[in-house]
Each structure stands twice: as structure tokens, then as C-alpha cells.
């Protein structure tokens, strides 16, 4: 079962906390993907990590 994320709070470096609608939460860590191209080739400016929002209760990158 999917559950949507409610919300994402940063924390540091590429690390997001997420609490999703079923109350679980916990941290992920993105900096591994940095540089393996892709849709996460935005994450290389940090400026742009940090406008993370929820939308329709998914993540949604602008």
C-alpha cells in the first residue's frame, strides 16, 4: 500500500525528514544520488533542494 508523504522538513546537507499519512517517518538522505545524472541532476545546486514543498501530497520539485 502507497502511502503520500504529508509532510518534508529539511534537515541538512540533502537530508529530508518525511511524515507520510499513515504517522511513519523517518530521514532520507539524498546525497548519494548527487552526480547520477538523471531527474536528480537539479539536486547538484542546493538552492534548488531546498524549495521542496508538498503539492497534492506528493514531493514536487519546481
Known sequence: ?????INA???EGYKLK???ENNKQGVVD????IG???VFDK??????FLTVHIAFGINEYV
Open 1 to 5: 500500500m502507497l502511502c503520500d508523504i
Open 9 to 11: 522538513e529539511y534537515i
Open 18 to 20: 518525511v511524515v507520510f
Open 30 to 33: 539524498f546525497s548519494s544520488y
Open 36 to 38: 547520477k545524472g538523471g
Open 43 to 48: 539536486f547538484i545546486d542546493i538552492d534548488f
